[in-house]
């Protein structure tokens, strides 16, 4: 059986727009794994799949174009926030055809492929890492950044300039986003 997850979704470009918006994710209790991965809706494969590990207090960002989703690791609920732009559309028939996301978290802790996928990669697992130096202190929340700062995460809001603000997450992931989000 399957640990309790979300569906899965991609946030879908705006007009004029390369890419859709890039989502910071910050969690408030429990531990989870925040499942990135791409997916072609024609052909149901999948040549990308990070399973981010993150507990109470971790921040971690979803790159522009990447479908995503949580899964609660532990035996606490899984609470966190997430910051998005205010126009996001979140786009989630792609991956409710394919019954999910590439690989399934089971009850028993171990990870098996979806087997509704023609063709999944391996899934890398990974663990939060700070994120300071694109300001996001992990002493601070989101929240008091908003009341503190007024809007400290403009860049959400311009997702075409993602590659100058996080170039080292970019690069990880330039190669496996997905060119047509949400169209």
């Known amino acids: 059986r399957e640990r309790p997850k979300t569906l899965g979704h991609i946030h879908a470009a705006r007009p004029g727009d390369r890419f859709g918006s890039p989502e910071i994710i910050e969690v408030q209790h429990?531990?989870?794994y925040f499942v990135m991965f791409n997916l072609n809706p024609r052909t149901h494969h999948s040549?990308?799949?990070r399973a981010v590990f993150a507990k109470a207090g971790d921040k971690l960002i979803v790159p522009p174009n990447m479908y995503h989703g949580a899964i609660v690791a532990g035996e606490d609920p899984l609470l966190f926030a997430?910051?998005?732009a205010a126009d996001v559309q979140s786009v989630y028939g792609p991956v409710e055809k394919?019954?999910?996301?590439?690989?399934m978290l089971l009850e028993s802790g171990g990870w098996i492929s979806n087997p509704r996928y023609a063709g999944v990669?391996?899934?890398?697992i990974a663990q939060a890492e700070s994120l300071h130096e694109?300001?996001?202190p992990a002493d601070r929340t989101l929240f008091s950044q908003f009341i503190d700062e007024g809007d400290p995460l403009q860049?959400?809001?311009?997702p075409d300039r993602f590659p100058l603000f996080a170039p080292a997450l970019w690069h990880a992931v330039q190669d496996h986003i997905v060119r047509d989000a949400g169209r």
């Open 121 to 124: 990669s391996k899934l890398k």
């Open 47 to 49: 040549t990308f799949c």
């Open 30 to 32: 429990g531990a989870g």
């Open 82 to 84: 997430d910051v998005v």
């Open 134 to 136: 694109l300001g996001l």
């Open 155 to 158: 860049w959400l809001r311009e």
């Open 98 to 103: 394919v019954g999910g996301m590439p690989h």
